[in-house]
């Protein structure tokens, strides 16, 4: 092997190692700088919430209350994404009243909704409506077996982060 060919091998294996080096780094990373899926920001456009966490979280603090868990339901989530998404281009939080009849036209019975902005995590979110009467009130809705859950990222907005929880039988 003549020094070249010597020469071009050790720099096409330092960077054959040092990009998998920085793949490597960036995975660890993402898993010990994200922690947890309930703590990880809303606040880019590629952030996507955990549907399983989220459903699992109400789940068991509507079970610690003697409540049954909720079912992700595929209407209430496209629903809740729709609502979301609206909420970030109107940079406002919406009323209640619109989305819950959109709910009962789509068949579901006592729809209840949380609408919010300015959380940036699942748990903040979870938290803060835990902590408002009228907020855990929808959380723990006695007749509720099904649930949509959903964020919106608008970056030049008030609140930049818009949420959207419904449940309904």
């Avoid at 998998?20 to 996507?48: D, I, K």
């Amino acid at each position: 092997m003549t020094l070249t060919q010597a020469a071009f091998r050790f720099i096409a294996l330092s960077a054959l190692a040092a990009s998998l080096a920085a793949c490597a780094g960036s995975e660890v990373a993402r898993q010990t700088q994200a922690g947890p899926s309930l703590y990880w920001p809303m606040t880019t456009a590629s952030a996507q919430l955990d549907l399983a966490t989220a459903r699992d979280m109400i789940g068991a603090y509507r079970r610690n209350k003697g409540l049954p868990a909720l079912a992700l339901d595929p209407g209430l989530q496209r629903l809740a994404e729709t609502e979301s998404a609206a909420m970030a281009a109107a940079d406002r939080p919406s009323q209640a009243d619109i989305v819950k009849t959109v709910a009962a036209r789509m068949g579901f019975s006592d729809p209840k909704a949380n609408l919010s902005a300015g959380y940036h995590t699942l748990a903040e979110a979870f938290s803060g409506w835990r902590d408002s009467p009228a907020h855990n009130a929808v959380l723990l809705a006695p007749d509720a077996t099904r649930m949509g859950i959903a964020t919106a990222y608008a970056p030049g907005s008030k609140y930049k982060v818009y949420w959207t929880l419904l449940v309904a039988k």
